[in-house]
């Protein structure tokens, strides 16, 4: 059974920081790409970073460049999101997903990706 499983969710206030971890099971982890995505109430849900299966490539929205950095164990089937100097849109469900292929300038799109999990919320008061 494929799982994506996010933890490290929370309550935190602007520019504080939390790490998010999505353990991945049930499929060729190194095979594929991981994505973060979030939606707020209201909203689409939007691409946050990705990071890719084989060469480590990374990629941010602009909205979360130098404060966001995502990263992958391979060896323990995690990806991990760490987000810094939060501010209060950020609030939103956040979620991971795994892609397997496709081309690299589509990772913010929700629609390529195979698996995803269930979502942690991420609350960052003003």
């Known amino acids: 059974e494929v799982q994506l499983v996010e933890s490290g969710g929370g309550l935190v206030q602007a520019g504080g920081s939390l790490r998010l971890s999505c353990a991945a099971s049930?499929?060729?982890?190194?095979?594929?790409?991981i994505g973060w995505f979030r939606q707020a109430p209201g909203k689409e849900r939007e691409g946050v970073s990705c990071?890719?299966?084989?060469?480590?490539?990374?990629y941010y929205a602009d909205s979360v460049k130098g404060r966001f950095t995502i990263s992958r164990d391979n060896a323990k089937n995690t990806v991990y999101l760490q987000m810094n100097s939060l501010k209060p849109e950020d609030t939103a469900v956040y979620y991971c997903?795994?892609?397997?292929?496709?081309?690299?300038?589509?990772?913010?799109?929700?629609?390529?990706?195979?698996?995803w999990g269930q979502g942690t919320q991420v609350t960052v008061s003003s």
């Open positions: 997903a795994g892609r397997r292929g496709g081309s690299y300038y589509l990772w913010g799109e929700a629609n390529e990706y195979d698996y």
């Open positions: 049930g499929f060729t982890f190194d095979d594929y790409a």
């Open positions: 990071i890719s299966s084989s060469d480590g490539n990374t």
